[in-house]
């Protein structure tokens, strides 16, 4: 992927997906978005989780 990471049709691409998965997946909510990053930050083997 990284030989195409500068193709501009594909970077429009996959804005488009980005935002559409904000908009459904997060329902627009910034916070949302934030805590599943974080939440994607948590290693598998923390005892924590």
């Known amino acids: ?6 193709n501009q ?12 998965l904000f908009v459904k997946f997060f329902n627009s909510s910034t916070s ?3 805590d599943f990053q ?3 930050q948590i290693p598998v083997n923390d005892l924590k989780v």
């Open 1 to 6: 992927f990284e030989n195409l990471k500068d």
């Open 9 to 20: 049709v594909i970077q429009k691409s996959m804005d488009t997906i980005k935002e559409d």
């Open 32 to 34: 949302k978005l934030e």
């Open 38 to 40: 974080k939440l994607i």
